[in-house]
């Protein structure tokens, strides 16, 4: 019985999940490598690294992750795509599998989206695709959409300067947060995102408009504590395994707890996991019908924030979250203690699913 036979022959014993297949794969050393072809498809990187990249979903390191997809697969290739005709050629050559974290590509004027158009070579992928990505990178979409499956979130509206002209006009009473209506990171959120009068609330609509050029989503001001819940959905058996964290921050020069872009940035924050039971089942069963709201596959991070009775709102949902050691890994390690590398071949395995 030659490798790949073999493979099948012993994954018969297995329920599905990708867990056992990572475990299969990395305790059964009488196998040679899996007989599957991998690309870890990139774009080329701007040269100031410091700014966004829309266009970019997940930032791989994809040195590091072809080292570690090699040991277990016979044929890994890093690409990076520059013109639609390395698109086609990566159509053509058929992967078993397209390891990416690209959204979409621009090529003759037009948007072509990366897993879309591998859908259409029936080729796999990970992560979800442009439908799922639409409803959660606009947070008040996301927010209309879950709102509709029964799960709470803080009163919110958008606006743009000049929209409300005085505190008359604002829908929803003060204190608000002020976040711009799109991007991620934390991008546009600091000390002053809290207003608590219609003077700081002007200046804080201004501000994302000219450096963020965005929209805003204002919300009604949630003090409690803040969480974020990796998740993980078996693309055979569609399990959804929830995975939450909680996120401490420190108090600012203003005295509130501001997961803001320069803490991130630092790396400031303590992650811990959540240890009471009753609020690690409620954010799980929030964000596994969260994740079903918008769509997901594969995997993702929703996240949330309680309110000053500890009751949990979602705030937003990332479906192609950070892979390197942001929260969707330490959601991995600390609820499913799994290294870095395990985390990799499990959302390999599964995207292979």
Not at 179 to 196: C, E, L, V, W
Not at 204 to 230: A, T
Request: hydrophobic content about 40%; proline content about 3%.
């Amino acid at each position: 019985m030659n490798n790949k036979n073999l493979l099948g022959h012993n994954l018969k014993s297995f329920n599905g999940t990708s867990q056992n297949i990572v475990n299969f794969q990395k305790n059964n050393f009488f196998l040679n490598q899996i007989e599957k072809s991998i690309e870890i498809v990139t774009v080329p990187k701007l040269k100031d690294l410091n700014l966004n990249q829309a266009n970019v979903g997940i930032v791989l390191d994809e040195v590091l992750i072809f080292k570690i997809l090699s040991k277990c697969y016979k044929e890994v290739l890093i690409t990076e795509i520059k013109t639609k005709k390395d698109l086609v050629r990566l159509a053509l050559r058929k992967p078993d599998l397209v390891f990416s974290g690209v959204k979409y590509f621009y090529f003759d004027n037009k948007k072509i989206w990366l897993n879309d158009y591998l859908e259409l070579n029936n080729i796999l992928y990970i992560a979800s695709n442009k439908s799922s990505l639409l409803k959660e990178s606009n947070k008040s979409r996301a927010k209309k959409i879950v709102q509709k499956s029964n799960i709470t979130t803080a009163e919110f509206f958008t606006t743009g300067p000049g929209e409300h002209t005085n505190k008359k006009t604002i829908p929803i009473p003060f204190p608000l947060f002020i976040k711009p209506i799109t991007g991620g990171d934390s991008r546009g959120i600091d000390k002053n995102s809290i207003a608590y009068n219609f003077t700081s609330y002007k200046k804080k609509v201004q501000e994302i408009k000219k450096n963020q050029h965005s929209r805003c989503l204002v919300e009604k001001y949630l003090s409690g504590k803040e969480y974020s819940v990796g998740i993980f959905k078996d693309n055979i058996t569609g399990f959804i395994e929830a995975m939450p964290i909680e996120i401490i921050v420190k108090k600012n020069t203003n005295g509130h707890h501001i997961l803001d872009f320069n803490i991130k940035k630092k790396d400031e924050e303590k992650v811990v996991a959540v240890l009471d039971k009753k609020i690690f089942n409620k954010l799980s069963v929030l964000a596994k019908k969260s994740f079903i709201a918008l769509s997901g596959k594969s995997f993702g991070r929703i996240d949330f924030k309680m309110d000053n009775l500890g009751n949990p709102h979602f705030i937003e949902a990332n479906l192609m979250p950070g892979i390197r050691k942001g929260y969707f890994y330490r959601s991995c390690l600390l609820n499913l203690k799994i290294d870095y590398e395990e985390m990799i071949l499990k959302i390999a395995a599964n995207g292979l699913h």
